[in-house]
């Protein structure tokens, strides 16, 4: 987004003003986008997904809006790494417990995303993230840890969740409940390199990666959709997020050479490194993909106390 005045305007959004792109796909359709609009962008492989998913209106934290949140064109990636549960349970609040592959062996993540062209326009967010056990089951059955190291079906906790933009940051955390801040915040993602930054807070390096990009596959749109629910409180009550990914071009290496992960300072380092990581197991890229990010909902979460 440009910076300039001329090239931005302002918005109410949940009693707050945020600045947007003029024109963009938020300053015309207010979450309402054209469908045929989208699919003549040219980043944007088809609009299929979406048509069959409508949207609903409903009653949020910021206010009334459209549900699910559209994105037509992203590009992501996720290094999975074994830590032990002794400090995975350290970050956790008490009421959910990590996803062990092992005895004693949980799984972290670090991720980055690219969202070429969203309801809210472009934005690149990072997280820090924790794989858990689904709320929902008591006991974790064989399919459900399949999944989740497939990237199939994951839950997650998010530690911490930074985005390069007011919207994504005001929606995020207000109405998702996600920990989110704004940073200058780099993502670039293509069939050979991924690469990835995002700035602390005196605007030196928070962390950065660097991986060659896995040998892609590419899959018809509507054939691998993955979904990810995530777990959040808003004023004290427990909420679950479900996003849903339509992978048009993906890629998995296992104990990915020549990735370089660089832990600076700041928030998102410190929260790596509470997690203690011992080896990364896995790179996922997707390369080219859609994602429909729908809005929080209760959710009943079992007190482990």
């Given at each position: 987004?440009?910076?300039?005045?001329?090239?931005?305007?302002?918005?109410?959004?949940?009693?707050?003003?945020?600045?947007?792109?003029?024109?963009?796909?938020?300053?015309?359709?207010?979450?309402?986008?054209?469908?045929?609009?989208?699919?003549?962008?040219?980043?944007?492989?088809?609009?299929?997904?979406?048509?069959?998913?409508?949207?609903?209106?409903?009653?949020?934290?910021?206010?009334?809006?459209?549900?699910?949140?559209?994105?037509?064109?992203?590009?992501?990636?996720?290094?999975t790494m074994l830590a032990?549960?002794?400090?995975?349970?350290?970050?956790?609040?008490?009421?959910?417990?990590?996803?062990?592959?092992?005895?004693?062996?949980?799984?972290?993540?670090?991720?980055?995303?690219?969202?070429?062209?969203c309801d809210i326009d472009?934005?690149?967010?990072?997280?820090?993230?924790?794989?858990?056990?689904?709320?929902?089951?008591?006991?974790?059955?064989?399919?459900?840890?399949?999944?989740?190291?497939?990237?199939?079906?994951?839950?997650?906790?998010?530690?911490?969740?930074?985005?390069?933009?007011?919207?994504?940051?005001?929606?995020?955390?207000?109405?998702?409940?996600?920990?989110?801040?704004?940073?200058?915040?780099?993502?670039?993602?293509?069939?050979?390199?991924?690469?990835?930054?995002?700035?602390?807070?005196?605007?030196?390096?928070?962390?950065?990666?660097?991986?060659?990009?896995?040998?892609?596959?590419?899959?018809?749109?509507?054939?691998?959709?993955?979904?990810?629910?995530?777990?959040?409180?808003?004023?004290?009550?427990?909420?679950?997020?479900?996003?849903?990914?339509?992978?048009?071009?993906?890629?998995?290496?296992?104990?990915?050479?020549?990735?370089?992960?660089?832990?600076?300072?700041?928030?998102?380092?410190?929260?790596?490194?509470?997690?203690?990581?011992?080896?990364?197991?896995?790179?996922?890229?997707?390369?080219?993909?859609?994602?429909?990010?729908?809005?929080?909902?209760?959710?009943?979460?079992?007190?482990?106390?």
């Amino acid at each position: 987004m440009s910076s300039t005045q001329q090239d931005v305007v302002e918005v109410e959004l949940g009693g707050r003003r945020v600045p947007v792109p003029k024109d963009g796909l938020y300053d015309r359709y207010r979450m309402a986008t054209d469908l045929d609009e989208v699919a003549r962008d040219p980043r944007v492989s088809g609009v299929d997904f979406f048509r069959r998913m409508p949207k609903t209106r409903v009653d949020s934290s910021i206010g009334a809006t459209l549900s699910p949140n559209f994105y037509y064109r992203i590009s992501t990636a996720r290094l999975t790494m074994l830590a032990r549960s002794r400090a995975i349970r350290a970050r956790l609040p008490v009421e959910l417990a990590p996803l062990e592959i092992a005895p004693g062996l949980g799984l972290v993540s670090v991720m980055f995303f690219r969202y070429d062209v969203c309801d809210i326009d472009f934005y690149t967010e990072a997280a820090v993230g924790i794989a858990v056990r689904p709320a929902r089951h008591g006991r974790l059955g064989f399919v459900d840890l399949l999944a989740a190291l497939k990237n199939e079906n994951l839950d997650s906790y998010v530690l911490s969740l930074p985005v390069s933009t007011d919207i994504a940051q005001v929606r995020g955390h207000d109405g998702y409940g996600f920990p989110k801040w704004v940073t200058e915040l780099d993502v670039d993602i293509d069939g050979d390199r991924t690469a990835a930054r995002v700035a602390n807070d005196t605007g030196g390096t928070d962390l950065a990666f660097s991986a060659p990009t896995p040998a892609q596959t590419r899959y018809p749109s509507g054939r691998r959709v993955s979904t990810l629910t995530s777990y959040t409180t808003i004023n004290g009550a427990w909420h679950s997020t479900l996003s849903q990914t339509n992978v048009l071009a993906a890629g998995t290496a296992h104990f990915p050479r020549g990735a370089a992960l660089q832990v600076g300072e700041g928030r998102l380092a410190d929260d790596l490194r509470s997690l203690k990581p011992i080896k990364s197991v896995q790179l996922d890229v997707v390369t080219e993909g859609q994602l429909a990010l729908h809005m929080p909902v209760p959710t009943s979460v079992p007190d482990r106390n």
